[in-house]
Each structure stands twice: as C-alpha cells, then as structure tokens.
C-alpha cells in the first residue's frame, strides 16, 4: 500500500507547522524545504484548514500555524481525511463489480479491510507529537539548523 502524495505532503506540513509553534510559517517555507510545488501545498493546506487542523492567516506577514496542540492530532485521523473514502479495491465500493469474476467467492476482501483497519489502528497510537519529538535532529534534517549550545556546554 501506498499513501497518495497528499497524505505524504500534509504530514510533512504538519511537522514543520509543529516544530515552529512561535511564529507564523509560510508555504513558500515548506515548499522550499522539501522542494515540493506551492501549487499541492496550497491544496494541502486548504484541507488541513477545513479539516481544522491549521489555522492560515492572510495578508502581509501572513502564514500558518496548528490551529490545536500536536498532542491533539492523531496520525489516523489526519490520514484518513487525506485519503478520502475511495475503497480499496473496487468490490468495496458502492457499485456491484463487474470486473471481479471471484467476487461472489472471495476471501480477499476480508483481508484488506482487516488490514486497513489494523494500519489505521496503529497510526491512530501516534499524535503529531510524536513524529517531532526528536526535535533537534529533525531540525537539523528538514531547517539545517543546529541545536544551540550554551558556553558552558562548548569544549575548552
């Protein structure tokens, strides 16, 4: 299974957005910093702040921040707004299927949606405080900034 670029862009949104609780952030930041186009980000961005998420504020000087504390975000939930309601495979939808000549007698349906269901189970034990509690090596990674250090700390 793979998760759409949406959902991959909207978590990345989301960290940054969490780890720079004290200003505004701009799309063109997060655009920059993980090299993706403003266009997606601006669609990313519109759901996250539908969904409640993000908090955008327009005009000069404007940017975005999380509208609610990453303890509060659930990875699940964020996920399963980002991917939609698509089904799986087609004989999960709502139309009968008409491509499937095993549907009447599969098994594997059963099995997808108990899959499904556990990978979402597992992403809902993770808030988005979670994915940056490694703060400083995060930092360094996606900003390319270093962690300070105080005087006393620095070797003689």
Known sequence: MNLTAFSDYTLRVLMVLALNPERLVTIAEVARVFGISRNHLMKVVHALALS????????K???LR???????ILLGQVVRRSEGNAPIVECLGPEKPTACC???VCRLRGALVEG???LYAALDRYTLADLVSNEQPLRLALLG????RSRAARPR
Do not use: H, T, Y
């Not at 999380?66 to 509060?72: F, T």
């Open 52 to 59: 409640g998420d993000v908090q955008s504020v327009r005009g």
């Open 61 to 63: 000087g404007g940017g």
């Open 145 to 148: 900034e270093r962690p300070s």
């Open 116 to 118: 499904f269901a556990a």
């Open 66 to 72: 999380l509208a609610r504390a990453p303890e509060a």
């Open 102 to 104: 095993i549907a009447p």
